[in-house]
């Protein structure tokens, strides 16, 4: 295999700095479960035949086909000359090509065998995923500054898998992980910000291999119960076949507002990915106490078909205490202690949210292979005494939970839906939810994001020279500018020591502010006379920083429109006022 | 021997709390499986039987009791319950709020409305101080803030009117009377409560409120504390008109009933001893 040099070195040239995708490394095994398929048949020949080695069978040879649920799913070059090609019935390929060896696929052994090349690979980079048999994600930045530069890490994971396993993989880096899956198997290094020219070309086929699934893609509600939504993407492709878009450049060209309208929000994951971005993932949560499930072996495990007992209740385990704590999980890591004392571990990455029937899959595949790594010979690592299971991307279970009911959650799925109608009409922005992140003044205490966006960080405080309870209904956006005087009509300061110069006798409305001031009365160029007035509050803010500033808070009763009394809430920095809030 | 027939002697006032209990708890379950879709019909589980005095005051036990054919009722906050005829909302029905304190009375409506589970969208209120609408018991998590301005405004609000249970539709809207009218017609349908601030057009219930005084603030010294609020209601099912005193804000944000007139002699003659408190000294 070799690299394509000419678009590598990828050094710090990056052209697009708004791009924010995880630059992603790809590791595939181009027609895995066949060679898989063939590794178990040659494994077989050789218990069977009593003298000698049978010969090796070389794929690029001899034809091979490979069957699942009687359809071709994979056939070697050999037999795709012959004409068979996946996806006829088992009788036209062996009429195309009558003298091709035929194996069934076997998912047991394609997943239990793969865990030799994530191995393989785990000796060059740490923080190997396995997104499915025959695929491997990881992120590039580290590893790619330890081998120093990113061709060389892929040099060295095609030369690791190749020493330890004998087969061939390809290593694809881009941004974000669909790019680099679709820049594997040409073996392609991608650079900085470019996934999106790169994908563009690409038919819109290719979305079949996109890492997408439920859960994933909606934000704030992994619907891992809601099997009836899963995403079907042969069917997707088909349509947008039909509708006339052949590459992933015209997906990417459609505005994303239309597209979650028509399509909604499994399309929109996709028209991300097809742009270049990547899904962000569901916020992570961590909870107080951490979720984990364990269980020490009575009988050290050492064949296969054990894994399979021990496999339910652990997953079962762990699915009740996610439950219980209201959350899924996205991506979870196996470890193992062996006999000896050595701990292995490995983490799955999934689409979607991980039902109990996935990580009892997941746990078997994996004590498949490391059973499987020690008997072919690879590093000795005796029985398996303990296995334990760690989430280690946790997501809320969202709005999708039963509730106690049965029907509970249906109002959070009626507002989320015309949410995702209001989003797709007029934007993102066009529903934005509050979030406390904190400060001192009104306007930063609680700011408003979109709806489904990634939530800035809380910062809880405390923080002193905030107003208490209660607050003003109302805050300026664009503080209207006010002047205070005193009876004698002059202006009104803080001074220094956080004194009012003088009693406050009026206040003046300067500028036309915003219409919630014209409503009660308080009119530009009207003065109103002040009824009772509280101690100005200082607040000192940043004072150790060149952006320290310096204000002063004051509480007011003025007689507005119709002699009713209107409290507001007055700020005075670098000597003059402004309005912060309004109790209306 | 003796206690046993003192329990059973005690029994029957006692059952007709119960069943009085057990008749709002079920009145409460169903109304909260309507609001998903699923009508109950009541009409075979009512009894011919007068309902029985709220003994409870609590706002849930008249809650269940106020729903007989009615439709489903959206409960309103405790001190506010004289303003509405039979002390609900119909879920569906509009109620229009002008005055001083719109902002607040809105909030603090919505707050009830909202409920346990509901769903509550603010739309054209660009200057809603957030943390009040958190202070005033709004639970952030089912709060969705929408700016609609734009174009595609019409459909964004009809889109909430279906989804959301208690839209909120702010003063700086600048509705048509046409969108207002088909907004009404969608949250009818949908059984959303639509609270709004100087609607264009009439809505089912009007409240207009004034601020009689503020308490707590006195001349360089003290914090805004209570507001005094007279809030006045007309519409649809109501007489002429209602009026209640309510405090909104009291001490924490909230709404509470207003106590007796007492307090005004109280409030005037505070501020002459706060006014010696000095506070230049103190501060200084």
């Given at each position: 295999m070799t690299l394509d040099t000419s678009t590598s070195t990828s050094t710090s040239t990056s052209t697009n700095p708004a791009s924010t995708a995880t630059r992603t490394v790809a590791v595939t095994v181009p027609d895995w479960p066949l060679l898989a398929a063939l590794d178990r048949h040659q494994r077989r020949l050789v218990e069977e035949s009593p003298d000698g080695e049978p010969a090796a069978i070389d794929p690029a040879v001899v034809p091979v086909i490979l069957l699942d649920q009687h359809r071709v799913t994979h056939s070697s070059a050999a037999a795709r000359e012959a004409g068979a090609l996946p996806g006829m019935k088992r009788r036209a390929a062996r009429a195309a090509c009558p003298e091709a060896l035929v194996l069934e696929a076997d998912r047991e052994n394609e997943s239990a065998l793969f865990e030799l090349v994530a191995a393989a690979v785990d000796t060059i980079a740490a923080g190997v995923d396995v997104l499915r048999p025959g695929v491997l994600l990881m992120s590039a930045r580290g590893p790619a500054r330890h081998q120093g530069g990113e061709a060389q890490l892929a040099e060295r994971i095609l030369d690791a898998v190749a020493e330890l396993t004998g087969w061939d993989c390809s290593v694809g880096i881009a941004d974000g992980p669909f790019a680099a899956l679709l820049a594997s198997p040409p073996g392609r290094i991608v650079r900085d910000g470019r996934s999106a020219d790169y994908l563009a070309p690409h038919p819109i086929t290719t979305l079949r291999s996109a890492p997408v699934g439920p859960g994933w893609g909606h934000r704030g509600q992994p619907s891992a119960r809601r099997t009836e939504r899963r995403l079907d993407l042969a069917e997707t492709v088909d349509l947008l076949q039909r509708l006339g878009i052949t590459t992933l450049g015209d997906l990417a060209a459609l505005p994303s507002a239309a597209v979650a309208d028509r399509f909604g929000p499994d399309v929109s994951t996709l028209h991300l990915l097809a742009r270049g971005e990547e899904p962000a993932p569901p916020a992570t949560h961590h909870p107080t106490q951490p979720i984990l499930a364990e269980t020490t072996l009575e009988t050290p495990l050492v064949r296969t078909d054990q894994a399979a007992f021990i496999a339910r209740p652990l997953a079962e385990e762990l699915h009740t205490m996610l439950v219980a704590n209201g959350l899924v999980c996205t991506r979870l890591r196996i470890v193992a202690r062996t006999e000896g004392g050595e701990e292995m571990e490995r983490t799955w990455r999934h689409d979607g949210a991980l039902t109990v029937a996935d990580v009892v899959d997941r746990i078997r595949w994996q004590c498949d292979g490391w059973i499987t790594r020690s008997r072919l010979g690879g590093p000795s690592t005796g029985a398996i005494t303990r296995i334990g299971l760690h989430p280690l991307q946790l997501a809320p279970a969202g709005e999708s939970a039963p509730a106690l009911w049965g029907s509970a959650g249906e109002a959070a799925q009626r507002a989320s839906r015309a949410f995702a109608r209001a989003q797709g009409l007029a934007?993102?922005?066009a529903v934005q939810v509050p979030v406390r992140v904190g400060g001192r003044l009104l306007a930063d205490e609680m700011v408003l994001v979109p709806w489904r966006s990634e939530k800035p960080a809380t910062h809880p405080g405390p923080w002193p020279g905030s107003l208490p309870r209660p607050v003003p209904t109302t805050v300026f956006r664009d503080p209207p500018p006010v002047a205070l005087e005193d009876a004698d009509g002059r202006p009104v300061v803080v001074t220094a020591r956080g004194l009012l110069s003088a009693a406050p006798a009026r206040l003046l409305v300067l500028a036309p502010g915003a219409p919630v001031l014209q409503r009660l009365g308080l009119r530009a160029g009207s003065s109103h006379p002040v009824l009772a007035h509280g101690a100005p509050t200082v607040i000192d803010e940043r004072w150790w920083t060149p952006q320290g500033a310096r204000s002063a808070r004051l509480q007011l009763v003025v007689r507005g429109a119709g002699d009713e009394e209107t409290a507001v809430l007055a700020l005075s920095r670098t000597g003059s006022w402004t309005l912060e809030g309004l109790y209306d | 021997m003796r206690l046993q027939t003192a329990s059973r002697e005690a029994e029957p006032a006692n059952r007709e709390d119960r069943l009085a209990l057990a008749r709002a708890t079920l009145g409460a379950a169903e109304r909260s499986a309507s609001r998903w879709g699923g009508r109950i019909d009541r009409t075979a589980l009512r009894t011919a039987t007068t309902p029985a005095a709220p003994t409870t005051t609590t706002e849930q036990a008249e809650q269940g009791l106020a729903?007989?054919?009615?439709?489903t009722r959206v409960p309103v906050p405790g001190p506010l319950a004289g303003l509405f005829p039979r002390g609900s909302l119909r879920a569906g029905s509009s109620v229009a709020i002008t005055g001083a304190a719109s902002t607040s009375l809105l909030l603090s409506l919505a707050v009830a409305a909202a409920g346990e589970d509901s769903w509550c969208a603010i739309a054209g209120m660009p200057d809603l101080g957030l943390r009040s609408a958190v202070d005033a018991g709004l639970d952030p998590c089912r709060l969705a803030h929408v700016p609609a301005h734009g174009e595609q405004r019409p459909q964004v609000l009809s889109a909430l009117a279906d989804g959301v249970d208690v839209l909120v539709l702010g003063p700086d809207l600048d509705l048509a009377p046409v969108l207002w009218r088909s907004l009404l017609g969608r949250a009818r349908t949908a059984d959303t409560l639509v609270l709004a601030a100087a609607p264009p057009g009439r809505a089912d219930l009007t409240l207009r409120s004034t601020t009689l005084r503020w308490t707590g603030l006195g001349a360089g010294s003290g914090r805004l504390r209570t507001r005094r609020l007279e809030v006045l209601a007309s519409g649809r099912g109501i007489a002429g008109q209602r009026e209640v005193e309510v405090l909104l804000p009291q001490v924490g944000g909230m709404i509470a009933s207003a106590p007796q007139q007492r307090s005004r002699h109280e409030n005037l003659a505070a501020p002459p001893p706060v006014r010696l408190l000095e506070p230049v000294r103190r501060a200084g």
């Open positions: 934007g993102e922005d | 729903d007989d054919g009615m439709g």
